[in-house]
């Protein structure tokens, strides 16, 4: 009976340490988002986000398994345990971090927004749409009348009086007065044509003031149409997409956003299925983090669509890791992770997955 009793201590004993020399595997939650996680053909996951959780838990020997999650799914299963850890692009965000922990962030850049570059205006066109846009026209118009009908004034004033000015035939008197006009208004003043009589003088000399005002309105009026033409044609903040047709990628940080201030959208599945739509016209415009569109521009429809950072946004993507993850394990995570992102050639590594930069 005691030899027994040893024998059923020994296994015990064995099993246990058995046990402690195999820790559990990290369940590791992975959803598809290039350049973060991508499967290919071989079911095997790759992408920026996948090197460096690799080289991280190859480092500090910790063994875990992909489970394969909906993206809009990942952060609630790892806030209720199902999950131990989060491996991809996923965005810090304050609803977020009161459901995960985040680990030390890797990467920190702006959202972004994609359009179609055919639908921006040439410069020589988007110059000729801003000039005869805001009244500007009407202001060209009053300017063209007060040149004719000062001219017409000089011309019937000053065409008897000195015939090698202003006189001789008709078109040739009338087109000298035109040109005095417009030399004078524009304060070039030549001084190859002058008015001699006094009334003509007195003319002239009310032209000279009128045409100041007149010039100088019209100079305004162009300025500021520009301008005006200009910032309503630039996304300089979030809710200008309210002017666009705008896709996002369903379970993302910025549909939260623009949900957030009452952006109207369409929510797409895949980033790629919004590029898609994009091409294909059925929106004008899609947001997402400038890397992710980088990623599905540079590999898809390069030349075809721009992407533009969007002003004033910031987007910092991290690990997630459950409530209650064990601290000297996370603390250890995030020594690596610096470790990973301070080294010569990160830079590089951006942008060997997602492509160059945005415009």
């Known amino acids: 009976m005691r030899f027994l009793r040893a024998v059923l201590a020994l296994l015990v004993a064995c099993s246990s340490l058995a046990h402690a020399q195999s820790p559990t595997k990290l369940r590791a939650g992975i ?24 080289s991280v838990s190859s480092e500090l020997n910790i063994p875990y398994e992909y489970v394969e999650v909906p993206l809009d799914q990942a952060i609630s299963d790892a806030a209720k345990g199902k999950l131990d850890i989060l491996v991809g692009g996923i965005g810090v965000s304050p609803d977020r971090a009161r459901q995960v922990e985040f680990s030390q962030p890797f990467l920190a850049m702006p959202a972004a927004v994609a359009v179609l570059k055919e639908n921006q205006v040439s410069y020589w066109g988007g ?15 009053i300017l063209v009348a007060s040149i004719l009908i000062f001219s017409m004034m000089l011309w019937i004033v ?38 001699v009589s006094p009334l003509g ?14 010039i100088s309105v019209f100079t305004g009026a162009i300025a500021s149409s520009i301008t005006a033409s200009r910032m309503d044609a630039r996304i300089t903040q979030t809710r200008d997409l309210s002017k666009y047709r705008v ?25 790629d299925a919004g590029v898609d739509a994009l091409v294909a016209g059925k929106i004008t415009a899609l947001v997402d983090g400038e890397i992710t569109l980088r990623d599905a521009v540079n590999r898809d429809h390069p030349g075809a669509v721009v992407v533009t950072p969007l002003p004033n946004t910031h987007v910092t993507y991290a690990l997630a890791v ?17 470790e990973e992102v301070t080294q010569p050639g990160w830079e590089q590594e951006i942008e060997r997955w997602a492509g160059p930069p945005a415009n």
């Open 158 to 195: 000053e065409r008897r009086v000195d015939r090698s000015h202003f006189g001789g035939r008709p078109w040739h008197g009338l087109g000298s007065a035109l040109w005095f006009s417009a030399v004078t208004i524009t304060t070039v003043g030549y001084g190859d044509k002058t008015p």
């Open 31 to 54: 959803s598809e988002r290039p350049p973060f996680t991508m499967k290919d053909t071989d079911g095997k996951w790759t992408g920026l986000a996948v090197d460096i959780w690799e």
């Open 247 to 271: 896709g996002v990628l369903d379970g993302s940080l910025v549909q939260g956003v623009l949900a957030s201030i009452g952006i109207p959208m369409t929510i797409y599945p895949t980033l």
């Open 322 to 338: 459950r409530p209650g993850f064990d601290p000297a394990q996370a603390k250890a995570i995030n020594v690596a992770l610096i």
């Open 201 to 214: 003088r007195i003319v002239v000399f009310f032209w000279m003031f009128i045409g100041v005002i007149i």
């Open 127 to 141: 110059f000729l749409r801003d000039v005869f846009s805001h009244g500007v026209g009407y202001m060209l118009l």
